[in-house]
């Protein structure tokens, strides 16, 4: 032991420092639990009938447009339904020519006729009769265009039933999962059960970060503040962005910390698009910013708000004032000068006050 503490003052110490700089330091909150992407248009497709797929137009990763084909029904029988209601139309609207022909020559008959009353040659009797023919030819000439109304309807019905045997991209977007085949038959669901969807259209363009924070930090996070976005799959990056929406109440969960759900989007509207939805997300929203504020690594304060000093070779413990602080940066409105070293490897037990310091000067993280 005494051969180990005539070694240690004889030899200094290696220890890491970092000269105290200016720069931004900002008072920030954190989410509780990992944040995700996700896309606010974002469209889980289910048929609204039942039947057989004869055809899937796009797969995954394809870019589709609004109202474009994603996959087909078979539709033979609505096919049928429909050549039925086009076979009745025709029908119909011949019988309405017969009836409505029939119509008008009753109408002229008896125009012929009531002149030849009023000559007091046609008899009241026969006047009523042509009347009556008149106004019965009239009634059937209306019944039956009622009918070729009530065939177009069918066609148009026919249509529609059609309509739904094709499942279309309901906006720009591109297809993130297929979850059926060719030949499958496809049942819709019931009423108020949901049933699961077969084709999944995800709209990059509208990506946002959803993070939960800690129900105690609600009150002081507002829309339109800036955040710094990490997200795993882009390591060591961060990118800046905007709280657009703050959830007006606290999730309660059980066995879980009550949270509030905070939506940011990215300032980069491209990088946005990139992001793929799922992906963890951390959020960190800045509450306070001082731009040239005295600062040093978070790492380098030791409890009660001291750091070691090495300028002259040897460590000099300082008492310090902290200011706004983050995991980063800590700022300092007392306690330092611009440019003194801090020592930022405090994970020694030799590293005290006064121990002989060799000093490996490592630059300033920007």
Not at 208 to 225: K, L, N, T
Not at 316 to 335: C, F, M, P, Q, T
Request: hydrophobic share 45%; glycine share 6%; net charge negative.
């Amino acid at each position: 032991m005494a051969l180990w503490a005539a070694r240690s003052f004889r030899e200094p110490i290696p220890v890491k420092a970092v000269r105290v700089a200016r720069g931004p330091v900002a008072a920030t909150i954190t989410n509780t639990k990992a944040g995700t992407v996700r896309a606010r248009r974002r469209a889980k497709l289910s048929p609204q009938v039942g039947g057989s797929v004869v055809e899937i137009t796009h797969r995954e990763g394809a870019w589709v447009e609004r109202g474009e084909a994603l996959l087909r029904l078979d539709d033979a029988s609505q096919q049928a339904q429909l050549f039925l209601a086009k076979e009745d139309l025709r029908v119909a609207e011949a019988s309405r020519g017969e009836a409505c022909v029939q119509r008008d020559r009753a109408r002229r008959e008896l125009e012929r006729k009531r002149g030849l009353a009023d000559q007091k040659i046609v008899s009241a009797d026969l006047l009523d009769a042509l009347e009556s023919t008149y106004q019965a030819a009239r009634a059937s000439c209306n019944a039956v265009s009622a009918q070729v109304g009530r065939a177009r309807a069918q066609i148009t019905a026919a249509s529609v039933e059609i309509d739904k045997m094709v499942m279309r991209a309901p906006f720009d977007g591109v297809i993130a999962e297929v979850a059926v085949e060719v030949g499958e038959w496809i049942t819709p669901s019931p009423p108020l059960i949901t049933a699961p969807s077969v084709i999944d259209v995800i709209d990059s363009s509208s990506a946002y970060i959803s993070a939960p924070m800690d129900e105690v930090d609600s009150a002081a996070i507002r829309a339109g503040q800036r955040v710094k976005v990490t997200v795993d799959s882009r390591p060591g990056e961060a990118f800046p962005g905007s709280v657009v929406r703050v959830a007006p109440y606290v999730i309660d969960i059980e066995a879980q910390n009550r949270t509030v759900e905070v939506e940011v989007e990215l300032d980069d509207a491209e990088l946005a698009r990139t992001l793929l939805p799922g992906t963890s997300a951390d959020v960190e929203v800045v509450l306070q910013l001082a731009e040239h504020a005295l600062r040093i690594p978070t790492e380098a304060l030791l409890a009660g708000d001291r750091v070691f000093v090495a300028d002259d070779g040897r460590l000099e413990e300082r008492k310090v004032e902290v200011g706004l602080k983050n995991w980063d940066y800590a700022e300092i409105s007392h306690g330092l000068e611009e440019g003194q070293r801090v020592v930022v490897t405090l994970d020694r037990v030799e590293v005290q006050v006064g121990a002989r310091v060799e000093v490996e000067e490592v630059p300033f993280r920007p």
